[in-house]
C-alpha cells in the first residue's frame, strides 16, 4: 500500500507539471475611435485637430493624444501633444488640437495615437494620414534662398532648395543697364526686369549685352513642385 500511494502521488505531479501554463488574460483596451481627424498649415505650423470618441461601456481618464510627423525619407522631424485630462463619458467625444513645428525638413505623413495616462501607456487607437505638397506652397516661397550677382557683363542666379520638393525656381530680376545702343559717356541707362527659371539646387548664367549693369533686386517669384514626393 504504501507503494501503491507513492506511484499515485508521483502520477499527479506528473501531470501538473504536463498541464499548460496558465497565463492571467490581457485587459481589455477600451474601444476609442478617432474621427474628422484633418490638417492645416499656417506659416512654420502643421496644425493636426479631429475628435476621440469613447465606444466603451466605461468612462476613461486623463487620455493622451500624441502625433509624431514623419519625412519623406521616413525620419522623425517633429511632434506635438494634447490630452483629455478629464473624465471621458461612454459615447462622449472630445476635440483635439495639435501643433508640429516645421523646419526645412517638411513633413510628409504624420501618426496620431491615443493612450491612457496611466501604465502601460501601450496605444489605444492609431490614426495615419498623409500630407499634399501643394499645402506647403506658402512656407516652400520662404525657404528658397536665391544668390544674384553681375559680373563681367553677365547675372549669374543660384537657388538653394535643399531637399524641399522643388524642381525649378523663377527668379524675379530687375537691372539698371547701359542703352546698348548709347554709349556709357552719355549716362542712358534703363531699368530692365528678367524672369529667369533656375533649376533646383543648381545655377544659371544670363548674358546681358553690357558690361556696365546694376543689380537692383532680385527674388523667388514662383517655382515648380514636385508631381509627388517620391519624384
Known amino acids: ?122 496605444p489605444i487607437t492609431t490614426v495615419r494620414r498623409g500630407v499634399d505638397v501643394a499645402l506647403y506652397r506658402p512656407l516652400i516661397l520662404s525657404l528658397i534662398r536665391l544668390q544674384a550677382q553681375v559680373q563681367g557683363g553677365s547675372l549669374l542666379l543660384k537657388a538653394d532648395t535643399e531637399d524641399l520638393p522643388v524642381t525649378h525656381v523663377t527668379a524675379q530680376v530687375t537691372l539698371l543697364l547701359t542703352n546698348v545702343l548709347g554709349s556709357i559717356l552719355t549716362d542712358q541707362f534703363e531699368a530692365a526686369t528678367l524672369r529667369v527659371d533656375v533649376p533646383a539646387n543648381s545655377s544659371q548664367t544670363i548674358f546681358l549685352g553690357t558690361l556696365h549693369a546694376l543689380l537692383l533686386s532680385a527674388r523667388v517669384s514662383d517655382f515648380r513642385l514636385r508631381s509627388a514626393w517620391s519624384d
Do not use: K
Not at 476613461?60 to 471621458?88: C, H, K, N
Open 1 to 122: 500500500m504504501p507503494r501503491l500511494g507513492t506511484l499515485v502521488l508521483v502520477a499527479c505531479l506528473l501531470a501538473l507539471a504536463a498541464a499548460p501554463e496558465t497565463r492571467a488574460a490581457a485587459p481589455l483596451r477600451p474601444p476609442i475611435l478617432f474621427s474628422e481627424v484633418a490638417h492645416a498649415i499656417e506659416g512654420r505650423t502643421l496644425t493636426v485637430t479631429g475628435l476621440v470618441r469613447n465606444l466603451g461601456r466605461q468612462p476613461l481618464a486623463r487620455l493622451v493624444i500624441d502625433a509624431s510627423g514623419f519625412a519623406p525619407s521616413g525620419e522623425l522631424v517633429t511632434a506635438g501633444s494634447d490630452g483629455v485630462p478629464w473624465v471621458l463619458g461612454p459615447g462622449e467625444s472630445e476635440r483635439f488640437s495639435i501643433a508640429m513645428p516645421i523646419s526645412r525638413r517638411l513633413v510628409r505623413e504624420y501618426v496620431v495615437q491615443v493612450a491612457e495616462s496611466t501604465p502601460p501607456f501601450t
